[in-house]
């Protein structure tokens, strides 16, 4: 008899209604060509909510997704990706939440490969899932509450043994940027908080007490160990110490690779954990090569350190668990734990605009304040930061004076504004500003519909033609790794998308510390030549090798989506082997797929499959997006969607792009470096949109046919 057991998958997809109440599942293996995660999750939301749908109607669906290695003892295997409407952004496209934590396994372990959340409720609920029972439940007790609150009495209810996804205030106001939050401060952003909030669902709270399959165990294991003992770097990959350290040949300042002796979890609990120097090969010290508090938040950060932490199955652990006292009068809580852009936001992205001084020496405990009393204000009700988007805005719109003109008078005096003056430095300022963004009811709460909607408001178009936003397109997202990694890579994979990238294929490259030399030899094996990169601010103009590596760092990155893999560590192009010449494994996610699913896979055939699935997502948004006449439909993508905002081309005044010590681009040559990665997907050239012949050759008949029909295909 034939094997009938699933391998990877669970093998179901769970869908509950809310407007109805209906609880079903359907099988995965229709989806299966789709991986899981990101492609699963975008072929339901392209098969079942029709172009021009209101993201905040009953009509749109919000899915969660997993892939086939989570939950299957495959390392760093724990992502989740949200998939629904945009909220805040031009046209409502297509977007992709992804988030850490624990939600992903959980899902997984109850027995399910994705959780579709149709309809809407006339009350507030929750959804329970305990494995194969499920139920609608009642969230009046709890609606109001923030995300921290809302956990720990959902946790009470159900089990704590579960994980709570939660919005907050933020997401039943129907702020735009309101996320979803689960396992403390693990977020799902992109607005898809005020998707569930529209739905009057609270939370889904999830108890998987169930296994995965796989089809080789062994393998699995034998795996994971070589790449904890060979492979695998720190956060972003990073394969270098950032001090030099006897064992090292090499050493990189910017290494996130932070640990070495003399530095501590000061404030972990019993005594202080030195980080010490963990070495290439050592499985069991791998946890500690991250010392993220102290990368994030300076070196003040050292006292406050109770562990670095991490998502389901990750070795990494590149989130700060803290513990500031001075963060419970302000904030309320006086634990936090995030990880990059929501560890630093006034000191990094605030900061600049301000000049309050948190950067001098001396002021390192203030700006911890600072930073722990906003991320702990921001997560507990429930906000995104748009990758700092938000705190650029409220800097901006402060010191330029913005809100003392578009604010009314009442609202504008309801804010004691002279908190930012640097004799008074009171980080409560910032609860003031985030709470009344989340009520969703005054003017100043526009800044939470994003900037595509607050600057038309205001008058204040120019801010997105000034360097300082980093918003990199006009449809309202910010940079993520940018025209600053590698020029054109960066500046045509933050196009493609509707949001902000989150791609760091490219980036983890570029930081990794390895030296530059080094790294072209890599590229060449990569990308097929060394100038398919070049050195930072140095750069030249765009060639077919670039154009391969800007397709490839898409690619892996959807891909990762799909397994779900973390991007922010994987694909491992270099390892910090010297033995192996630094060389990674480029073979990694496929060997780990055939030794979970059993299927017989190449690293071509998930990179077409990785292709394939953001062919998919540009067909749905040609399908969505509008023209200037404000009709549904439009496959010119190169001049309505992938347009970089001006500051690209018009920062450093006083240089040319292609010189040494900018980053600034050429117009023509980005569009030229548009239309070679349009060829490498197989999209039209000129229009940057799906073809017919790259529709087949993906083996995507339906989706041929439906825009056929629609007459978006070239």
């Not at 401060?185 to 898809?192: D, K, L, M, P, T």
């Not at 569930?196 to 294991?221: F, I, L, R």
């Not at 120019?462 to 397109?473: I, Q």
Request: charged fraction near 25%.
């Amino acid at each position: 008899m034939a094997d009938e057991t699933s391998y990877g998958w669970a093998g179901k997809i769970l869908r509950v209604n809310l407007s109805t109440g209906s609880i079903t599942t359907q099988p995965t293996d229709p989806y299966k060509e789709y991986i899981g995660g990101m492609g699963l999750a975008n072929k339901i939301m392209f098969d079942e909510v029709p172009a021009g749908t209101d993201p905040l109607s009953p009509e749109n669906k919000i899915v969660f997704a997993v892939g086939p290695l989570t939950a299957s003892g495959v390392p760093l295997a724990g992502r989740t990706t949200i998939c629904s409407l945009s909220t805040f952004s031009k046209d409502h496209l297509i977007i992709d939440a992804h988030c850490g934590g624990m939600l992903g396994a959980k899902l997984k372990l109850s027995g399910h490969d994705a959780l579709v959340v149709e309809g809407t409720s006339d009350h507030p609920v929750y959804i329970n899932i305990k494995d194969d029972e499920v139920e609608i439940k009642d969230a009046s007790p709890i609606w109001g509450l923030g995300t921290r609150p809302a956990t720990e009495a959902l946790s009470r209810m159900e089990s704590t043994n579960a994980c709570v996804a939660t919005i907050g205030p933020a997401g039943e106001n129907l702020v735009p940027y309101a996320v979803i939050m689960n396992s403390r401060n693990h977020s799902a952003g992109a607005g898809v908080g005020a998707v569930m909030g529209s739905k009057m669902c609270k939370a889904v709270v999830v108890e998987g007490n169930g296994s995965v399959n796989v089809k080789d165990p062994q393998a699995v294991a034998d795996l994971s160990d070589y790449m904890l003992r060979e492979i695998i770097g720190s956060n972003n990959n990073h394969v270098v110490p950032s001090t030099q350290q006897e064992w090292a040949e090499y050493y990189d300042k910017g290494s996130r690779w932070t640990a070495r002796k003399g530095l501590y979890w000061a404030d972990a609990e019993g005594e202080p954990i030195e980080t010490g120097e963990p070495k290439p090969g050592e499985i069991n010290t791998v946890g500690y090569r991250c010392m993220k508090a102290t990368k994030d938040l300076g070196p003040a950060a050292e006292k406050y350190t109770i562990k670095m932490n991490g998502c389901h199955s990750c070795p990494i652990h590149c989130y700060s668990d803290l513990r500031v006292e001075g963060a419970k009068a302000t904030s309320g809580y006086e634990t936090s734990g995030s990880t990059c852009a929501a560890n630093f936001p006034v000191s990094a992205y605030m900061e600049g605009f301000l000049k309050m001084g948190l950067k001098e020496e001396g002021n390192g405990d203030l700006s911890v304040l600072w930073d722990t009393t906003t991320s702990n204000t921001m997560d507990n009700m429930g906000l995104w930061c748009n990758y700092a988007q938000i705190y650029r805005d409220i800097a901006y719109c402060h010191t330029a004076g913005v809100f003392k003109r578009v604010l009314p008078e009442a609202e504008y005096a309801s804010i004691d504004w002279g908190k930012f003056d640097a004799d008074r430095r009171d980080p409560s300022i910032m609860v003031d500003i985030i709470t009344k963004i989340s009520q969703n009811n005054s003017e100043i709460s526009y800044l939470g519909h994003g900037p595509y909607v607050w600057c038309e408001r205001w008058g204040e178009q120019k801010w997105f033609d000034n360097a300082k936003s980093t918003l990199v397109n006009y449809r309202g997202w910010p940079v993520h790794h940018s025209i600053e990694c590698f020029g054109q890579v960066g500046a045509v994979y933050n196009m493609l998308f509707n949001r902000d990238d989150m791609i760091h294929s490219a980036v983890n490259f570029q930081g990794c510390g390895l030296p530059f030399e080094l790294k072209q030899q890599i590229a060449e094996e990569v990308w097929g030549g060394a100038d398919a990169i070049d050195k930072d601010k140095n750069y030249t103009p765009m060639n077919d090798h670039k154009a391969n590596f800007a397709w490839w760092s898409v690619v892996t990155d959807v891909l990762h989506d799909s397994l779900t893999l973390c991007n922010w560590v994987w694909p491992m192009t270099m390892s910090p082997t010297k033995a192996r010449d630094y060389r990674g494994d480029l073979d990694l996610e496929a060997k780990f797929f055939e030794a979970v699913t059993g299927e017989d896979v190449t690293t071509d055939d998930l990179y077409k499959a990785g292709a394939k699935i953001m062919t998919l997502q540009r067909a749905n948004t040609v399908r969505g997006m509008t023209k200037a006449d404000g009709s549904m439909g439009n496959n010119n993508l190169r001049e309505d969607h992938d347009v970089i905002t001006t500051w690209a081309f018009d920062k450093d005044p006083d240089k040319q792009a292609f010189s040494e010590g900018t980053d600034k681009m050429d117009r023509d040559d980005f569009q030229t470096a548009l239309g070679m990665v349009y060829a490498k997907f197989g999209w039209d050239e000129k229009l940057g949109c799906p073809t017919a012949a790259c529709l087949d050759e993906y083996g995507m008949a339906d989706v041929k046919e439906e825009l056929q029909s629609l007459n978006l295909l070239p």
